[in-house]
């Protein structure tokens, strides 16, 4: 793991450096506002959410072995829960969890 310019952890994956926002979206956000979501997102992102490290290095060797970048994996992950969500629909985890609990009431 190094530490890019910005202090943010970064491994051997490609940062792309530019982000395009709506011009609607930017237009209608104050300045200071702009920079503090390109910043939030930009650490999320280099930063993967805060996971804890050892997450981290399992899910990039993950998608190393698969051949994909981070933000195709990224979108791979996404689209497999979009897939359960629209097979078990919207918060089945909380229902499931909530009707585990009443179980043992």
């Not at 491994?11 to 709506?22: D, K, T």
Request: with cysteine; aromatic share 8%.
């Amino acid at each position: 793991m190094r530490f890019g310019k910005n202090g943010v952890k970064t491994s051997s994956w490609r940062c792309q450096r530019s982000v395009i926002l709506s011009p609607l979206k930017l237009a209608s956000t104050e300045p200071d506002q702009a920079s503090e979501f390109m910043v939030t997102v930009a650490h999320d992102l280099f930063g993967w959410y805060a996971l804890p490290d050892i997450v981290v290095e399992q899910l990039e060797a993950d998608a190393e072995a698969m051949g994909l970048d981070r933000r195709k994996y990224i979108t791979r992950v996404l689209m497999r829960r979009y897939h359960e969500v629209l097979e078990k629909g919207p918060g089945f985890e909380k229902a499931a969890s909530a009707a585990g609990g009443k179980r043992g009431k």
